[in-house]
């Protein structure tokens, strides 16, 4: 059974920082690129960051670079989104995605997402 499970989200002040996790299991984890996106309401969900299958290369998004850090850790199954210098506007629902194409089909899966709210 594929199970992507976040955890880490909160409630923190202006300026302060949060560490998601998000742990997989159920699939090759290491043979899948994964990417934290997020949500806030009335919004589409958009791209937070990205990495990939080997953890060479990472993503961001515009608002989120030198803030955000993605990394991860084969060994654990784990994906993790550090966040620094948290914004009001940074509320929002945080999903893990893991993504392979393997054979010309793409497998895609979504984790439930952790919630974050930032506010003093």
């Known amino acids: 059974q594929v199970q992507l499970v976040e955890s880490g989200g909160g409630l923190v002040q202006p300026g302060g920082s949060l560490r998601l996790a998000c742990a997989a299991s159920?699939?090759?984890?290491?043979?899948?690129?994964m990417s934290w996106y997020r949500q806030a309401p009335g919004n589409e969900r958009e791209l937070v960051a990205a990495?990939?299958?080997?953890?060479?290369?990472?993503n961001y998004a515009d608002s989120m670079k030198g803030r955000f850090t993605i990394s991860r850790d084969d060994a654990k199954n784990t994906v993790y989104l550090q966040m620094n210098s948290l914004k009001p506007e940074d509320t929002a629902v945080y999903y893990c995605?893991?993504?392979?194409?393997?054979?010309?089909?793409?497998?895609?899966?979504w984790g439930q997402g952790t919630q974050v709210t930032v506010s003093s």
């Open positions: 159920g699939f090759a984890f290491r043979s899948y690129a």
């Open positions: 995605k893991a993504i392979r194409l393997q054979f010309g089909t793409v497998y895609t899966y």
């Open positions: 990495i990939t299958s080997g953890g060479d290369s990472t």
